[in-house]
């Protein structure tokens, strides 16, 4: 037998594919960690705070401007080695350019008076400009990043995803030791997210220029596939708003004092690294079922769940009995209700993960309907709860997020399983 290793089976291609896109999760967790403990001995509790609303709001930019391309990427391995797959790529690129300059434009139009006062001067200290330029920069960058990660796994090439990982962690590390790029927050927003923003231009770059060597067709017109693909990445688009605006619009609800929020920063911070592990593994059900459509969307969906529910689950558990010790050791003592605050939101993780592989499955599926139910499900839960219960609280924000989750995972499964029972006795009809 010659070429690439043999794929038996779609749930075997997702342990497989899955492990370099998790491996960068981990690199890039890990880095995250250690920006973050260098961060938390070098700058004071208030600026690490004000870097921190200015993340979050930053990443809920970056997912509500999205438009869902990160599934239809997921989905061009249908089109591998024919005319539409390099001009679906670049046009994915583009429209994600597009939509994060938008996204910040109305950011900066609309969040004014939303932002604390501490946040509007770290903006103001650079100007209007220079601060549109940096939050339009990263939420592009960020965009740009995520789509090269999903089309270099779906191509094989998942070494150079953790490859990127290492060098930005390396890079935004060793420039944070540099007492002249750590004085102001917004100058730390550039070195924790900046950087990784960069490497997302390059990447999308270097990946547009290498596939000029597959076949082809040209930008313009169109190609024929694009008019499909956005429609469903548009319907994906309008679940993240539910889902993922929810997600990383819960701490900005939380609206906590920039003191309180550098604690609960660090521990929102570890809790990403391990809530994306379902949604890195989700990209790849997603990819390998439209590999094997022929063979539905159980088996890759089975496998993803127990492998993310595997590893959000070990690390819910040891954080409660590691928090303390840990937090202690890597963040410093004036950072201790981050020790309290860590296993609750790492808690829910695991329902997050039943929520994230049944949208998988979904969206797998091209289920628009049951996408749609599972993202507003999620996002009028946590929303609520998050209004209701969050305010100037990090300990009941914590709660309140782990109770949200839970909530969710329950009501989206029960809707999934009702939704599958009405497909299949239609079909049996």
């Known amino acids: 037998m010659t070429g690439g290793p043999h794929l038996s089976t779609p749930g075997e291609a997702v342990a497989q594919r899955s492990s370099a896109l998790l491996l960068s999760v981990a690199v890039m967790g890990a880095g995250g960690l250690a920006f973050n403990a260098i961060a938390a001995h070098l700058v004071n509790a208030e600026d690490l705070g004000v870097q921190a609303s200015l993340f979050f709001w930053v990443t809920l930019v970056n997912q509500l401007t999205s438009m869902g391309l990160p599934v239809a990427v997921s989905r061009l391995s249908r089109y591998s080695h024919t005319p539409s797959e390099r001009p679906l790529l670049i046009w994915a690129f583009l429209y994600t350019t597009a939509s994060s300059v938008a996204g ?11 932002l604390r006062p501490e946040v509007r001067d770290a903006l103001g200290v650079w100007g209007g400009t220079a601060a549109f330029l940096v939050i339009a920069g990263t939420v592009v960058g960020f965009s740009l990043a995520l789509l090269v990660e999903i089309r270099l796994m779906a191509i094989g090439l998942g070494k150079w995803v953790v490859v990127r990982s290492v060098v930005v962690n390396l890079a935004r590390c060793g420039l944070l030791m540099v007492p002249s790029l750590r004085r102001e927050p917004l100058m730390l927003l550039v070195l924790n997210a900046g950087i990784n923003a960069v490497s997302g231009v390059v990447g999308a770059a270097v990946l547009a220029r290498w596939s000029r060597r597959e076949p082809h067709g040209p930008l313009m017109p169109l190609p024929n ?3 499909p693909e956005l ?3 548009t319907v994906n688009w309008l679940g993240t708003i539910a889902l993922l ?39 790849v059900v997603v990819a390998e079922a439209s590999r094997h459509p022929e063979r539905g969307s159980r088996a890759p969906f089975m496998k993803g769940l127990i492998l993310s529910g595997g590893i959000t689950g070990v690390a ?9 010790p840990v937090t202690r050791l890597v963040f410093g003592s004036k950072y201790s209700s981050t020790a309290e605050v860590l296993p609750i939101v790492l808690a829910a993780a695991v329902p997050w993960c039943v929520t994230s592989l049944l949208l998988s499955r979904a969206r797998a599926d091209g289920d628009g309907v049951a996408t749609v139910l599972i993202t507003s499900i999620y996002g009028v839960i946590v929303l609520t709860i998050a209004a209701l219960f ?4 990090p300990m009941r924000s914590a709660n ?6 839970v909530l969710a995972a329950a009501v989206a499964l029960g809707a999934s399983t009702l939704r599958r029972v009405a497909l299949l006795h239609s079909l049996a009809s």
């Not at 558990?317 to 590691?322: P, R």
């Not at 309140?400 to 989750?405: E, G, Q, R, S, Y």
């Open 104 to 114: 910040t434009a109305l950011f900066f139009a609309l969040a004014g008076e939303r």
């Open 225 to 227: 596939d694009l008019g």
């Open 231 to 233: 429609r469903f990445a």
């Open 245 to 283: 605006g929810a997600q990383f619009g819960f701490p900005v609800i939380a609206d906590i004092t920039p003191a309180q929020n550098a604690a609960f920063y660090l521990a929102w911070q570890v809790m990403a690294m391990v809530f994306v592990v379902p949604v890195t593994v989700g990209h």
């Open 316 to 324: 819910a558990a040891a954080s409660f009995v590691l928090a303390e």
């Open 390 to 393: 969050t305010r100037n609280d």
């Open 400 to 405: 309140a997020w782990l109770v949200a989750n």
